[in-house]
């Protein structure tokens, strides 16, 4: 039974589309993460979640916008996609506080903006 | 400069032999310290959570922390085939929640 999910797993769209990740624990965890990996797997933290309130948002464009409808759950939608988006996005979780820096990640969704 | 700076490899070492990983940083309000292993086109996992400075060993894994020098290690002993990987060192301050700053990882390979 997978901890954090992703879907889709891969992406691939025309650049100016607009497109949608969806992230799902069953952890019971109440703090929940969107990092973006490049191509030399640098790993960089985009938002954080804390029971359904953003906590973390780094420096990124306004055309990505976080949605967490509960704490189980946390969508990341992309509009107007641009090569530079392509990518490894992960989603992940934690119980946050003095526990957040023990984070489950999912699997990944593959991005690729052509 | 980056905040934590890690050798990117790759790496490729003969199985059975011990593997010494390493990460430093700048940012001194760093106090935890995680390294993480990343199979391909798979998500990463945690392997190691340390606090502060001092030694941590699981199995055949130990991670030391040396906060003078702002430097941390992840030895791996014996090492098998199955721990090819990318392993990336994590750390944050501590304050809340939590914000996890990445090296870029090592790319390992176990040779049978």
């Known amino acids: 039974d997978t901890a954090v999910s992703q879907t889709p797993k891969y992406l691939v769209t025309q650049m100016g589309n607009d497109k949608s990740i969806k992230c799902e624990q069953n952890?019971?965890?109440?703090?929940m993460y969107w990092y973006k990996q490049d191509s030399k797997k640098f790993l960089k933290i985009m938002f954080s979640y804390n029971n359904k309130e953003l906590i973390i948002n780094e420096t990124v464009p306004n055309r990505f916008s976080p949605k967490s409808p509960d704490k189980a759950h946390l969508n990341l939608h992309i509009n107007s996609l641009e090569l530079g988006d392509s990518a490894v996005y992960f989603c992940?979780?934690?119980?946050?506080?003095?526990?957040?820096?023990?984070?489950?990640f999912g699997a990944g969704t593959r991005l690729s903006v052509l | 400069q980056k905040e934590v700076e890690q050798d990117p490899g790759p790496l490729s070492v003969p199985e059975g032999a011990i593997v010494s990983l390493n990460c430093t940083y700048s940012n001194s309000a760093f106090q935890y310290f995680m390294w993480y292993r990343q199979y391909s086109r798979k998500g990463p996992e945690l392997l190691m959570y340390t606090y502060s400075s001092g030694n941590k060993e699981d199995g055949r894994f130990t991670a030391q922390v040396d906060k003078s020098s702002k430097y941390i290690s992840l030895f791996i002993r014996d090492s098998q085939p199955s721990d090819s990987a990318t392993y990336l060192c994590a750390m944050s301050a501590g304050f809340g929640n939590e914000k996890l700053t990445f090296g870029t990882g090592t790319r390992l390979t176990i040779i049978p």
């Open positions: 952890l019971g965890h109440d703090t």
């Open positions: 992940a979780s934690s119980l946050g506080g003095r526990r957040g820096n023990i984070q489950y």
